[in-house]
């Protein structure tokens, strides 16, 4: 079942902050960040896991409340670069597939 | 570069032709994965293989199917193609098993089914 993401799309101007949330009706083992510019391959931005542990890109911070199956991916003072399209992808069990949302669209303007 | 390459990028198709959609990972992973975009619907998975000799069905599997070659090569077949199946491509691959694997993507292969 696909998680949920909100909002499904955010405006900007450069230097403001968003959160985008992702939330699971299933227990989840683990849950990833991807961002995708128009044209694209998605690409990796952080990967939070059931127990804490957090692998990611320093600039990208982001949160897993294991109890209530919701991560929150947070942009804090935005540039033009971080437009594209963010997808949260959900793993129920470790080796198992990543199954993505719908997407939250955040569009940074000068 | 090493990564995930996926051929062909674009693909014309009349409704009921079949193709298949070659893709090649040389990171030594094991999992591979295929997933179609469509606006609106984020990424959808088809099919997946945990590990060599293992494929199952993911969210959206009708009307495809596919093969694990080797460790390094999954393709997606379709069968006769229906307009419906018009999408963009991807196929990614990652490690697997437990622990922080990150999967990463090919450039995806547009497919246009008329």
């Known amino acids: 079942q696909q998680p949920v993401q909100s909002p499904q799309a955010v405006i900007l101007r450069e230097g403001e902050d968003a959160v985008i949330n992702c939330s699971s009706s299933?227990?989840?083992?683990?849950v990833h960040w991807y961002r995708q510019k128009h044209g694209e391959a998605p690409v990796f931005l952080m990967i939070?896991?059931?127990?804490?542990e957090q692998k990611g890109h320093e600039k990208i911070s982001a949160s897993f409340n294991e109890k209530k199956q919701q991560s929150s991916l947070y942009l804090t003072a935005s540039q033009l670069s971080y437009s594209g399209t963010y997808f949260c992808?959900?793993?129920?069990?470790?080796?198992?597939?990543?199954?993505f949302g719908k997407g939250t669209t955040l569009s940074v303007s000068s | 570069n090493a990564g995930v390459t996926q051929t062909p990028k674009f693909q014309v198709l009349k409704t009921g032709q079949s193709m298949t959609l070659q893709c090649a990972q040389d990171m030594n992973h094991n999992s591979m994965y295929w997933y179609r975009q469509d606006p609106g619907m984020g990424l959808r998975l088809i099919y997946y293989s945990a590990s060599e000799g293992t494929t199952d069905k993911g969210e959206v599997p009708n009307g495809y199917n596919v093969s694990r070659l080797n460790k390094r090569e999954f393709s997606l077949r379709l069968e006769s193609a229906a307009p419906s199946q018009t999408s963009v491509y991807f196929c990614?691959?990652?490690?697997?098993?437990?622990?922080?694997?990150?999967?990463?993507f090919g450039a995806g292969s547009r497919l246009t089914v008329l």
């Open positions: 992808g959900t793993e129920v069990q470790a080796g198992t597939a990543l199954i």
């Open positions: 299933k227990a989840l083992y683990s």
């Open positions: 990614a691959s990652r490690q697997g098993g437990s622990g922080a694997n990150v999967l990463t």
């Open positions: 939070l896991l059931k127990g804490g």
